[in-house]
């Protein structure tokens, strides 16, 4: 089975300053795909950023990037500049596949932004 | 393209009673998904379609639920003679074929059965 493990219940941090949320998974696959989803309060999941499992490079996106560290199978979300607006729960969900067109998502990461 | 829309937002049931929830993907996209998310938890995925035909359904989805696409556009999901433990947030999501960038979300349909 795959699993998503988000292992921070909750997160705040200092607009304007920076934050990580943590993501691991388990898979023996080794091409895959990997997604952060943002879902702010009573609103739609929104797609933030995505990182194919064959790619090196971490992805960017504007104030988004990740660490993707495949061998840890790893992959936490980075990010930059804090605005209010961020203020979300943050889920992770992985994609191979083998899974068909299911997504597993962790937990999630509710995110506190503080003026 | 008015993205995902779910209908109704909000649902209360009372135990027993049968529900129904609708679910308007983005026109061009071919691929359907609902999802369950209960309250501390990630979605959890119940089924998809592809355009008409439903091609995978969870365990999660028992003999009490049905979903249907009738015409590859908008789809149902029916929840029959409903449980105190049905009660949850009903995810639909769309994608075109190349899954690997993502699903749209709606925004939800949530249900509470007292």
Known sequence: AQTVTQSQPEMSVQEAETVTLSCTYDTSESDYYLFWYKQPPSRQMILVIRQEAYKQQNATENRFSVNFQKAAKSFSLKISDSQLGDAAMYFCAYRNLLTGNQFYFGTGTSLTVIP | ????????????????????????????????????????????????????????????????????????????????????????????????QNLNYGYTFGSGTRLTVV
């Open chain 2, 1 to 96: 393209d008015t993205g995902v829309s779910q209908n109704p937002r909000h649902k209360i049931t009372k135990r027993g009673q049968n529900v129904t929830f609708r679910c308007d993907p983005i026109s061009e996209h071919n691929r359907l998904y609902w999802y369950r998310q209960t309250l501390g938890q990630g979605p959890e995925f119940l089924t998809y379609f592809q355009n008409e035909a439903q091609l995978e359904k969870s365990r999660l989805l028992s003999d009490r639920f049905s979903a249907e696409r009738p015409k590859g556009s908008f789809s149902t999901l029916e929840i029959q003679r409903t449980e105190q433990g049905d009660s949850a947030m009903y995810l639909c999501a769309s994608s075109r």
